[in-house]
Antibody, heavy 120, light 107 residues
Framework: QVQVVESGGGVVQPEGSRTLSCAAS????????MNWVRQAPGKGLEWVAL????????YYADSVSGRFTVSRDNSKNMLFLQMDSLRLEDTAMYHC?????????????WGQGAPVTVSS | DIQLTQSPSTLSASVGDRVTMSCRAS??????LAWFQHRPGEAPKLLIY???TLETGVPSRFSGGASETEFTLTISSLQPDDSATYYC?????????FGQGTKLEIK
């Protein structure tokens, strides 16, 4: 069955960096776009980033553009989110989410999430 | 960016009731709209995509509707485990955006 499992969450200081990973299984990873979606405490869902099936295209929310970088390793079925210059408002649960085939589509399978806390 | 406005913010209903919630887009999303159910402590769950299409395994009491930039999610006969927050999301253009959510409470 389709599974996506995040790891790498934790506590980081403001202006610090953190990399989240997502291990995918149960589907042909290299055919699908992948997303990161976050939820800050007490807030709603916020789409963060998408990477196309082959890594050739990346898209970001305005709130993270220039600070976050999404990447993937199709040989290892892995998705990554490099987060730099972290701010207090980046504190959230970060979900890895499968998108549609190739360049995007509806978000169907969600991981449980990795918590990131930005605090001094 | 496309803004999605959901209403109501909270909804309280009884088991067996028919409930409808709305999602209004600030501009056309071409029907590329999904609905998600999110229970606390769980991963969000896809219910509806392409405005009307029921995701595999989702009970048929859930249905989606659309009229231009106005979208609806209807639950035909409310069940106890439908208590959750429901989000709409557009995937027509980047950045993808979510509505602020409708919290559904069971009386």
């Amino acid at each position: 069955q389709v599974q996506v499992v995040e790891s790498g969450g934790g506590v980081v200081q403001p202006e610090g960096s953190r990399t989240l990973s997502c291990a995918a299984s149960g589907f042909t990873f290299s055919k699908y776009a992948m997303n990161w979606v976050r939820q800050a405490p007490g807030k709603g869902l916020e789409w963060v980033a998408l990477i196309s099936y082959d890594g050739s295209k990346e898209y970001y929310a305005d709130s993270v553009s220039g600070r976050f970088t999404v990447s993937r390793d199709n040989s290892k079925n892995m998705l990554f989110l490099q987060m730099d210059s972290l701010r207090l408002e980046d504190t959230a649960m970060y979900h890895c989410v499968r998108g549609g085939e190739f360049y995007g589509g509806h978000l169907d399978f969600w991981g449980q999430g990795a918590p990131v806390t930005v605090s001094s | 960016d496309i803004q999605l406005t959901q209403s109501p913010s909270t909804l309280s209903a009884s088991v067996g009731d028919r409930v409808t919630m709305s999602c209004r887009a600030s501009q056309s999303v071409g029907g590329w709209l999904a609905w998600f159910q999110h229970r606390p402590g769980e991963a969000p769950k896809l219910l509806i995509y392409r405005a009307f299409t029921l995701e595999t395994g989702v009970p048929s009491r859930f249905s989606g509707g659309a009229s231009e930039t106005e979208f609806t999610l209807t639950i035909s006969s409310l069940q106890p485990d439908d208590s959750a927050t429901y989000y709409c999301q557009q995937y027509n253009s980047f950045p993808y955006t979510f509505g602020q959510g409708t919290k559904l409470e069971i009386k």
